[in-house]
């Protein structure tokens, strides 16, 4: 069966920080990639996904990257943070098409 | 006009009741719809599918339609544990789009 990780579960980083969340998915190939923020209260924002290795799509302008080094490997950067940067952080996968999105454990960064 | 929208609720029903949730969705061109279902603090986590022709799990029964471009979650005989946050999800090519969520207490 397929499953996910993501880490850490927690992180709290002061202003100005670098960033660094990875994810990787087991049991499946070729999995379509997800980056999701969630603020407080509020709902998903997509921030990234992948198709395939080296292939990135951005969602929304601003001081984050992602890049997929492996098949199976995502990972969500930054080189600076902001306040405006926490948030619960969602990685999820499918297997593309009409296929519904499973989702990590998630890591909640608080930028202090 | 936001792609997704759901009623933020809350929803304060009591035990057995049923309770409906609609999601209105502004992108013709979808082609798949999810509901999920969202604990304080946790992941969402997919509650069901939904089909064209409507779709039934248990207590919960997901209806799509595609004239008026909404889908609907119907719960019956609502229980204390299903108090959490309902998102619905749509999904056209790569992306699948969020609402904000409705949030659905059943109280004793």
């Known amino acids: 069966s397929q499953t996910i990780h993501q880490w850490p579960a927690t992180l709290v980083q002061p202003v100005g920080s670098p960033l660094s969340l990875e994810c990787t998915v087991e049991?499946?190939?070729?999995?379509?990639l997800y980056w999701y923020r969630q603020a407080a209260g509020r709902g998903l924002q997509l921030l990234f996904y992948s198709v395939g290795i080296g292939q990135i799509s951005s969602e929304v302008p601003q001081n984050l990257s992602a890049s997929r080094p492996q098949d199976r490997q995502f990972i969500l950067s930054s080189k600076k943070l902001l306040l405006s940067d926490s948030g619960f952080y969602l990685c999820?996968?499918?297997?593309?098409?009409?296929?519904?999105?499973?989702f990590g454990n998630g890591t909640r960064l608080t930028v202090t | 006009r936001k792609e997704v929208e759901q009623d933020p609720g809350p929803f304060n029903v009591p035990e057995g009741a049923t309770v409906a949730f609609n999601c209105t969705y502004s992108n013709s061109a979808s082609q798949s719809f999810f509901w999920y279902r969202q604990d304080c603090r946790k992941e969402p986590k997919l509650l069901m599918s939904v089909y064209s022709s409507g779709n039934e799990d248990g207590r919960f029964t997901a209806q799509l339609n595609r004239a008026s471009q909404y889908i609907s979650l119907l719960i019956r005989d609502s229980k204390l544990s299903d108090s959490a946050t309902y998102l619905c999800?749509?999904?056209?090519?790569?992306?699948?789009?969020f609402g904000a969520g409705t949030i659905l207490r059943v109280k004793s």
């Open positions: 049991g499946t190939s070729n999995p379509n």
């Open positions: 999820a996968w499918r297997t593309g098409g009409n296929s519904p999105l499973h």
């Open positions: 999800a749509i999904s056209g090519g790569n992306k699948l789009v």
